[in-house]
């Protein structure tokens, strides 16, 4: 596709459901991020896949959050058992490479997660 | 560990004026990249300039440039003849070590 696209742009769910976020990056782009963020606050990392290296997993906030990445391509982070604190903007964003020049990241519009 | 600090919550700048945007940031590494992000109400992050560590002169496109002091690790930005469309939040970035970390943003309003 054109860009990064998130899916669904708005999840609204019940607390203590799990919910499943998706993020399909830019076409070849090997570099792949997760962030959470707060109303109004800045952008906390939370995880990194770089091709077929183990991911940086070191911003997940807990284990009730997890992430997969498939075929180096569509990834999804999942969140289990959510609460009330879950509620934020997740931001996917990828990039092409992660040394040089390529380093600038496109990010996709996020998925609002209301839990209630 | 890498650390990026805007230090302005919100700022606020008059049409045509100009406004700086201050950041800084801590990394151990000597090379490493700094961006500018721009978030407007859309929640759409867009890249507004880029600095490669490496470089001793200052990026600039077109109303924005960076003022980069590698000794002093502080990475401003200025947005001159400002317009109605630059209000957003902006988001300093460092990149290094395979992270892209943020500041937690500066929230900018522009008044006709």
């Known amino acids: 596709g054109a860009g990064v696209s998130q899916s669904p742009s708005n999840k609204v769910t019940e607390k203590g459901k799990d919910v499943e976020l998706r993020c399909d990056p830019i076409s070849g782009h090997t570099a792949l991020y997760w962030y959470r963020q707060s109303l109004g606050q800045g952008l906390e990392f939370l995880i990194y896949f770089q091709g077929n290296s183990a991911p940086d997993k070191s911003g997940l906030p807990s284990d009730r959050f997890s992430a997969e990445r498939t075929g180096g391509s569509v990834s999804t982070l999942t969140i289990q058992r959510t609460q009330q604190e879950d509620s934020a903007v997740y931001l996917c964003a990828s990039s092409l490479n992660f040394r040089g020049m390529n380093t600038e990241a496109f990010f996709g519009q996020g998925t609002r997660l209301t839990v209630v | 560990a890498q650390t990026v600090t805007q230090s302005q919550p919100e700022m606020s700048v008059q049409e045509a004026e100009t406004v700086t945007l201050s950041c800084t940031y801590d990394t151990s590494e000597s090379d490493y990249y700094l961006f500018w992000y721009k978030q407007p109400p859309s929640r759409q992050m867009i890249l507004v300039i880029r600095q490669e560590a490496y470089k001793q002169q200052n990026a600039t496109e077109n109303r924005f440039s960076v003022n980069f002091q590698k000794a002093a690790k502080s990475f401003s930005l200025k947005i001159s003849d400002s317009q109605l469309g630059d209000a957003a939040m902006y988001f300093c970035?460092?990149?290094?070590?395979?992270?892209?970390?943020f500041g937690t943003g500066t929230r900018l309003q522009v008044f006709p």
């Open positions: 970035a460092l990149y290094n070590t395979d992270k892209l970390i």
